[in-house]
């Protein structure tokens, strides 16, 4: 997962929390990531914002791409790694604060993994649709609650799989369903484009995934609402306020 917002005891808001989530990777090779850069392809180059862009491994690859990549990151020495990346990274709590950018500073805006991270996801949406020019590109990216296998799962009288019961471990905090993130991003003026899923869970993710067998990325665009993770690409209506 991308980022963790939860506080290790003692954390104060706006502070850069001590976590075990400062030794935190991205990984490059997963079908999300992928599509992401799918999902941007077709975007005009200019400003783009990570939210959430920990080392910078993403907003490297954007980069790349060539997108003018911008980072937010709420732990200190991941913002760190990024701008060893050259990165342009400041550090803020954007689960809480708003995103230290005037409104309309960016051309498209990626939210990878971090909505099931805070508490307060009208928030965080209301602040990527500000920073985001009318007209300008969200890419966001979560959990499925409504996967193939939690479907399975919960028939069986089984927990759903990166849900928490608790503040621990991945610190999931909020689960989506396809249907759900759609109807939130409209309330904030951002219409959804494109839906894609990473990849459909046929078998349990401890015998197959889509790093080692990435043509499993393919079952993520024939059925997303069944795909164990949700990415949507949603576009900032004209006329909504920012």
């Known amino acids: 997962m991308r980022t963790g917002l939860p506080r290790a005891p003692g954390g104060t808001a706006g502070a850069a929390p001590t976590s075990s989530y400062a030794d935190h990777r991205i990984d490059v090779t997963e079908s999300r990531v992928r599509k992401i850069l799918r999902l ?26 060539g997108w003018q990549v911008h980072g937010v990151e709420r ?64 890419v966001i990216t979560t959990p499925n609650l409504a996967s193939l296998e939690n479907r399975i799962r919960l028939l069986l009288g089984c927990y759903p799989m990166w849900m928490d019961h608790r503040v621990a471990g991945t610190g999931h905090l909020r689960y989506y369903t396809p249907g759900l993130l759609r109807a939130q991003l409209a309330q904030h003026g951002l219409r959804v484009e494109e839906h894609l899923g990473n990849w459909v869970p046929l078998l349990p993710q ?13 079952t993520g665009d024939w059925f997303p609402a069944l795909a164990m993770g949700i990415l949507m690409k949603a576009r900032r209506e004209p006329g909504a306020a920012g």
């Open 206 to 218: 401890r015998w197959v995934d889509d790093r080692r067998f990435p043509w499993l990325a393919r």
């Open 75 to 138: 732990e200190a020495s991941l913002a760190a790694r990024a701008e060893a990346r050259g990165i342009a990274v400041r550090t803020a709590d954007f689960g809480e604060a708003p995103l230290p950018w005037d409104a309309g500073a960016f051309e498209a805006v990626v939210a990878g993994e971090v909505i099931e991270h805070v508490v307060d996801t009208d928030h965080l949406l209301s602040e990527a649709a500000r920073v985001l020019r009318p007209g300008g590109a969200l």
């Open 40 to 65: 941007l392809q077709s975007e005009p180059r200019g400003r783009l914002l990570d939210i959430g862009c920990g080392g910078g491994e993403l907003a490297q690859l954007l980069r790349e791409c």
